[in-house]
């Protein structure tokens, strides 16, 4: 676990994919709903497992036929001092910000696209079209919704969407399902957010689902996937999700990379009766 630069690189198929830290932000089990934190916590105990998590927040770089494409952007320096790396990761991978070319959302919470302008406003990737699910953007937009909200999700949630987005306007892309960039096909994951996307890349035995925030506690959240966070906009939903991706996953036998499961964030998901667990052998 890191607060520092991080990266790992890996061939899927024809794409080069690059994992990228942000960093790590220290919860507690008070961001579970739906679950006792007693009940999590003593569960956590006896199988070894810290009772404190620690969540990694990464991001994926995607070079294909030349193209550099981000899938999300981190907290951008504006969400607490162990997150903001992304910039430093990119520069340890290589990557200049002005070369990428698109940016996917797989949504705007901040600490997925606080990324995306500098403390100024401006713009950290300047020649990158925006792409995210049209129910995303609709989500954040909307001012009932925003109205509704807490003080603190009007300011963090809304309010920091809404001046993300801003300096890409003029180039921003919607999509509802299907390939959004050659070679990437988008899988709406509703629940979490109403727009949350999934990105697979490949295809048969090599393929890899970046699957966003399916699983925000994998310690938690893969013996116990009816454990929600209470950061879901719609937790029925998203629990029905991920139950369907784990169940799909463990089924298919594809790689699977998550934006809060532990750096470098990859793993295969595996069906223990009723539970899942994630198998690691993925890197020898």
Known sequence: MTDTASTYRRRIGGAT??????????ASLKIIAGASADEVRNDLV?????VEPRISVNAFALQIDRHTTLIDTGAGGKFGATLGRLQDSLALAGIDPRDVETVLLTHMHPDHSNGLTDAKGSPIFPNAELVMHEDELAHWMDDARMAQASPRQRRDDFEAARREIAPYRDRLRLFRKGEVISGVRALPLPGHTPGHTGYLIGSGPETLLIWGDVVHLPDVQLARPGVAVVLDTDKDAAIATRRRVLDMAAAEGFLVAGMHLHFPGFGRVLRQADTFALDLKWRR
């Open 17 to 26: 994919v690059t994992a990228l830290s942000d960093g790590v932000v220290d």
């Open 46 to 50: 006896e199988r070894g497992f810290p």
